[in-house]
Every structure is written in C-alpha cells, then in structure tokens.
C-alpha cells in the first residue's frame, strides 16, 4: 500500500518517521487512530497535548467543567483567556493551533450510565483521565466488555499512578475490587496537588496510548507504577486478574446496565 503522508507531514512527523519502531507505516497508523480522553484537566491537558502532536488522528475529549483560574497551575492546554469557557472548547482550539492533522470531537457532559453507549464506542484507545471513582469503574467494566483498552492515571498531592488495561489482561477491579468509601480520599480542591506532578503522570497515559496505537513496547498490563514527586522514585508493583472478579472473572457481567456507580461502585452478586 502506498504511503500518503504529504511533505508538510513528512516534516512534522519526522522524529517519528526516522524510528525504526514508527517509521512512516506507524505514523499513518497513528494518523488513522481513534482516541478518546475522558477528562481535560490536570491529567487530560498533556494527555491532549502530546497526543495531538503525535498525530493520533481523531481525539475525543469528555469534561463538562468549565475552565477556572485556579486550573491553570496545571492544566497546560487552557490559558487566562479561557477562564469560564468549557474546557472541551478550550481544548479543542489548543488542538488547532498545535495540530491541524488532528480533528476534535467533544463532549460537554459527565460521563454515566446514559451516554457512555454514545461516546465510547469507536475509538481505538481510552485514556481515563478523569478524577473520580465512579467514572474510573464505569469506564473499566464499560471498556473491558468492548474489548476498548484503557490507559489509567491518577494523582494525589505529590504522588502520582499509572496502570493499562487491555482485554486479556487483569482489570482495575482486580486491582481495587470496590471504591473507598466516599469522603475517605479528598480531592485536589481539598488537599493540594502538585502543579507539575500530572504533567508527569499524564504523560505516561500517552506514552502508554501511543504504544497502544503503533502496537510496540511492553504496556503497563498487569502492573501499577508508582511515582513519588518528594522523593523522585518510581515503583512498580505486579498484579493479576481475579478469577472471582465480576467483570473479567470466570462469570462476568454482561452490561453496565444494573451496576450501580456510586459509593463503593460495588457490583451486586
């Protein structure tokens, strides 16, 4: 098959196109790409970012808040002017200017239990930048009954951590069966984080979506790394799939339909 990159891609890509692990066959892949991004703040912003440089052709993004002042010291892609907007339109334009190879496609909502069906279905990759745990098991069982594979992140103060899920490997419930009770895990209005830290861990997401999409390297599958900003160490740590697990297991659910994402996330026996 000929190839169709143009010369003005040529030159974009060029750092991609001379790695004997891209090359230009990999970058018309990610050209062709299909990634969807849930959440655009802390984590989602470099997400978006080096994603839209890599050339990962279509990029969806999911937030229904809009930009405030106190995001900035975090979220790279929104600026002073973009204070009150909707942080999907913030995020789309940045993509424009960075980007033109790379189309938007945004959602203004929280995803749930009555759009998930409307948005997730189509894309090659999920990144699960989001900040709450509802989210987070509503896209593992979601994703993993797709057979959508998931890069997770999550930050806390100076601590960051990153995991993927992909169809045959373990899920995010064999790694947290249920959901801390809620109040227990303050969010980052409450206790702090870091400005830099979810540039770090955002990054590895799309380090780990781009692996994905070119189908190279060793993902995060079955391990959950560990990043200490304080001490400047990285940690991983193994985990398996549990057989008993309602979603991956031996007997696993069918749908999304009857599980109830709120508190613990449980899904019921």
Request: aromatic share 6%.
């Given at each position: ?6 010369s ?5 890509y060029?750092?991609h ?19 969807l991004?849930?959440?655009?703040g ?21 937030d ?10 975090r ?16 995020a ?10 790379v ?21 090659d ?10 989210t987070?098991?509503l ?19 100076f ?6 899920l ?22 980052c209005?409450t ?30 599958v ?6 200490d ?5 990285f940690e ?6 549990n ?10 659910i ?16």
């Open positions: 098959m000929p190839l169709s990159l143009d003005t891609q040529l030159d974009r060029s750092r196109i001379i790695m004997d692990e891209v090359g230009p066959e990999g970058q018309e892949r990610l050209l062709d790409s299909r990634v991004v849930v959440g655009a802390g984590l989602g912003s470099p997400v978006v970012e080096y994603l839209a440089g890599a050339g990962v052709g279509t990029l969806g993004v999911v229904d808040d809009a930009v405030e002042r106190s995001n900035l010291q979220q790279v892609i929104h600026g002073d002017d973009d204070v009150g907007r909707p942080k999907v339109e913030s789309a334009d940045f993509v424009a200017q960075l980007n033109p190879d189309t938007v496609e945004t959602y203004e909502t929280r995803l749930d239990k009555s759009n998930v069906e409307d948005v997730v279905p189509g894309y990759v999920v990144v699960d930048a989001s900040d709450n745990f509802p987070r098991y896209l593992n069982d979601f994703c993993r009954l797709r057979e959508i594979p998931v890069a997770h992140g999550a930050i806390y103060k601590e960051g951590q990153a995991t993927t992909v169809p045959d490997g373990p899920c995010y419930r064999c790694l947290f069966p249920e959901a801390p009770e809620p109040g227990t895990v303050p969010d209005a206790t702090g984080v870091l400005g830099v830290l979810p540039g770090t861990v955002g990054c590895l997401q799309a380090t780990e979506a781009a692996k994905l999409v070119l189908d190279v390297g060793e993902p995060l079955g391990r959950l790394l560990f990043y900003a304080m001490d400047a160490t991983t740590v193994s985990y398996r799939r057989p008993d697990c309602p979603v991956c297991g031996d007997d696993p069918d749908s999304v339909a009857d599980v109830e994402y709120a508190d613990a996330c449980a899904v019921s026996q």
